[in-house]
């Protein structure tokens, strides 16, 4: 298996200045309340967007015009333009974390890991449909392909619960492992990330029980299938790993160790793979071809990112865009402690970078 390279310049890509994209990498930083634009083709930070409190997670609109990024401690959704980097608006909701659109389109769940709520929304209008309190920290969701059902992590209760979108209420709940986190649909079945252990559990969908386990490395986060479909990269952050499953077989067949807490991956048209580095304050490339990762500064605690494809390059923006938001109150809504995913053993490092 290879290990990471921790050194790539661009001159070795042996690119000609005329064929070098100009990607928009979208960062999420929790730790500094902000959202970093950099380019793939400079490899540096053209853009902070100043936000309220602390973003983890993003997904595009159902027309993909915007990407809506979660601010789950200043309870609201910010909604920008991925061609030019602007903030187009901004909607109150309660302590969005993790949200994702069902395949068709009807519904978008949204999971409150502070105050252990799932809340299903009609997705064109984001009318709040129901709210379920459930135990204990609401973490990562994943879909049936129908989209009759929703399962979403429980990070401190161990569990998985399968919840009916069309009565709205839990099916079942069950033990999957030690803070349960990233699940996908795959193929029939469950891969659930054991953050608390160090591995992938593959679950059946109809009772929650456990079939088998995946060895990928302490810290097993969430698993990110590539564009082709034909690979899985699993993230482990306590031991600082990228592993390439098979997605047939669901067998390991490469890995990278990449210092720094590797936590969401997103994919460029080149096929790299882009990722967070929760730990260092910075951001990866892994070039799964040759094994080449290179590092890039991020803000603190980088947490979601997105690649949007582009040939250009940014322009720039209206000096009265930048100024940071004013902090506004949500009305009868507990204020909340900063803070990112329920604990899981950490690297000294973290405790330096966030003082936890």
């Known amino acids: 298996m290879r290990r990471a390279c921790l050194a790539l310049s661009l001159g070795l890509l042996g690119l000609a200045p005329a064929a070098v994209r100009a990607d928009l990498i979208y960062v999420l930083n929790s730790g500094d309340a902000s959202i970093s634009v950099i380019e793939s083709s400079t490899r540096e930070e053209v853009r ?49 974390y993790h949200l994702e659109h ?11 890991l502070r105050r252990d709520q799932v809340d299903i929304y009609d997705a064109p209008t984001r009318t709040l449909l129901a709210r379920l309190k459930v135990p204990d920290k609401p973490s990562h969701l994943a879909y049936t392909p129908d989209s009759r059902i929703v399962f979403v992590t429980l990070q401190g209760a161990r569990g998985l ?25 795959h193929r029939g079945r469950l891969l659930v990330g054991i953050m608390g252990a160090d591995h992938i559990a593959v679950v059946n969908p109809a009772d929650g029980k456990l079939e088998r386990t995946i060895p990928v490395g302490r810290g097993a986060h969430t698993i990110f299938p590539s564009p082709d479909g034909k690979t899985l990269y699993a993230t482990s952050r306590v031991d600082s790993r990228v592993t390439a499953l098979d997605a047939e077989t669901l067998e390991p067949r490469d890995r990278w160790d990449i210092p720094g807490g590797p936590d969401c991956i997103a994919f460029d048209p080149q096929g790299r793979v882009w990722m967070t580095l929760r730990w260092i304050a910075r951001i990866a490339v892994l070039d799964p071809a040759t094994g080449s990762v290179e590092t890039i500064p991020a803000g603190r605690s980088p947490h979601g990112i997105f690649v949007h494809p582009r040939q ?45």
């Open 102 to 112: 069902s395949p068709d389109g009807k519904h978008l769940v949204i999971t409150s």
């Open 48 to 96: 902070r967007i100043p936000v309220l409190r602390e973003v983890h997670h993003l997904i595009p609109t159902l027309d993909g015009r915007e990407l809506m990024v979660g601010d789950s401690v200043a309870n609201e959704l910010i909604f920008i333009d991925p061609a030019t980097a602007e903030v187009t608006r901004r909607e109150k909701l309660s302590n969005p």
């Open 161 to 185: 619960m399968a919840i009916d979108l069309q009565e709205r209420k839990p099916l079942w709940t069950a033990q999957v492992g030690s803070q349960p986190a990233g699940v996908i649909w």
């Open 312 to 356: 250009e390059p940014l322009p720039p923006l209206p000096a009265a865009a930048t100024q940071a938001p004013v902090a506004t109150a949500e009305p009868m809504l507990a204020p909340a402690a900063a803070s990112t995913d329920a604990p899981a053993p950490q690297p000294a490092v973290w405790q330096r970078v966030l003082g936890r």
